[in-house]
Each structure stands twice: as C-alpha cells, then as structure tokens.
C-alpha cells in the first residue's frame, strides 16, 4: 500500500456530489506553494478542474501565501495546471460532455516520494432528497451500530 500524507480533503465535494471515477493527478507549483502545503494552508472548497487546448487545470483552488517568503510571494487562487498524459486527458473530456457531470478536486496530498498529488474526481451532482437520503441511510446505520455493541 502506497504511504500518503493528506494535505487537505475536500469534504464537501463527498457530499454534494456522487463521485463515478477516480484519478490521480500531478500539479505544477512554485516553491512558496508547496512551503504552503507543508502547512497545510490551502481549500478546495469552490475548486474545479477545466480543460483547455488539451491541457488540464485546476481552478479557484486557494494556497495561501507563505508567511515567510519575501517579494516573489504566489498568487493564492492562480490556474494551476495538471500533470496528466494525453489520453488520461482525452477520456476525462468524454465524460465532462455529459450533462451534469463535472471534474472536481477530492484531495490534495503527498506520495511517499514527497510529491504534491491531486486526486480528482468524475462526479455527478447530487439532488437535495439524495442528500437527505444518505444522510438518513448514515443515521440508521449508526443506530444499528450502537444497538448491536449493547447486546455484545
């Protein structure tokens, strides 16, 4: 099993959204972002990925400035873009012509080389009763749960 350390997870992304296909990204950053990082100074909240001219980025993703860098600071919601081979990029802009279906950021996090990786999401919005659902679904779950460790 490959070792990671997570950076940041986007939480809300697993709520919102109904996630179908995983990948795994590298991204382009300057050093003052990945002294960021290791802070762990960054959101993905309000982030997506788009692809232009057969060329993947990841956008409105905020990496805080580093406090301690001086006049060559970053920019903290630059377009940032993705390290991913032509076909990886291909098949992922067959999926987004679908209607409703977005790429999206899950995590941000550090391979057991020390590289900054993204994982990124083919996800379908959810509708607020499917939310609801789930979140009653969790519930029941965990009612089960509780009742059972009683009779243990």
Known sequence: MEKRKNITVNKKAFHDYEII???????VLVGTEVK????????????????????AFLINSNISQY???SYNNHE?????K????????????????IKGV????????????????LEIGIAKGKRLYEKKQVIK????????????????
């Open 21 to 27: 296909e995983k990948h795994e990204a590298g991204i």
């Open 36 to 55: 960021s990082l290791r802070q762990g100074k960054v959101s993905l909240k309000e982030s997506y990925v788009e692809i232009r001219l057969q060329e």
């Open 67 to 69: 406090s301690n860098a």
């Open 76 to 80: 903290p919601r630059r377009k940032r």
């Open 82 to 97: 993705l390290l991913l081979n032509k076909r990886e990029i291909k098949k992922l802009e067959r999926k987004v012509k």
């Open 102 to 117: 977005s790429i999206i950021p899950l995590r941000m996090y550090f391979n057991k080389k020390g590289f900054v990786k």
């Open 137 to 152: 679904e969790r519930d029941i779950k965990r009612e089960m749960d509780r009742e059972l460790k009683n009779y243990r």
